[in-house]
């Protein structure tokens, strides 16, 4: 067994980077790792970057995060993995970020999320420590919401522009 299997086999965690930001996310949530260049960008929808096709001609919508966890149009330099996540609702999420590290759980200690960064609009259940530095707890599935819920504000504020601009009928 290579060594790459041997961390993943051991793991209980997949830490993603999005620029200096990272969150962990169970291992069990982590499904394929994609390469960024297999993104069909003809396929955009939304705030989605495109599609990619996973599996037997199932595909799934491919989202960007910037380090401030904002949705962006286009994955930045740095990020050229295309994790696909479960959503919670047998589908899959597919997010392009910069790194994916295998983690066994002991490597992480638990803090719960501070009173003043409590908010229905994160996806994050928790904070964690990770080798002197805070990283975000979160799922799959709070994930697919974040970013469905940022993508249908995002596309609201888009309609209320082009209203505004009174280029919309």
């Known amino acids: 067994m290579t060594e790459l299997a041997q961390q993943f ?15 962990v996310v169970p291992l069990q949530d982590l499904h394929s790792l994609e390469p960024v260049l297999d993104v069909d960008t003809q396929q955009r929808n939304g705030h989605s970057i495109g599609s990619i096709e996973l599996r037997a001609g199932c595909s799934a919508r491919v989202y960007c995060l910037d380090e401030l966890f904002s949705l962006c149009d286009a994955p930045p330099s740095d990020q050229r993995i295309c994790a696909v996540l479960d959503d ?37 259940a928790g904070l964690a420590l990770l080798a002197g530095r805070v990283v975000g707890r979160t799922s799959g599935a709070a994930l697919a919401q974040f970013v469905a819920a940022g993508s249908a504000a995002a596309e609201a504020i888009y309609c209320a522009e082009q209203l505004l601009d009174g280029t919309l009928v």
């Open 9 to 23: 086999q051991a793991a209980q965690y997949a830490a993603l980077s999005f620029g200096r930001f990272r969150v």
């Open 88 to 124: 919670g609702a047998e589908g899959q999420l597919c997010l392009v970020c910069g790194t994916v590290e295998a983690l066994p759980g002991e490597v992480l200690t638990d803090f719960p999320m501070p009173a003043c960064m409590t908010s229905a609009a994160t996806p994050l």
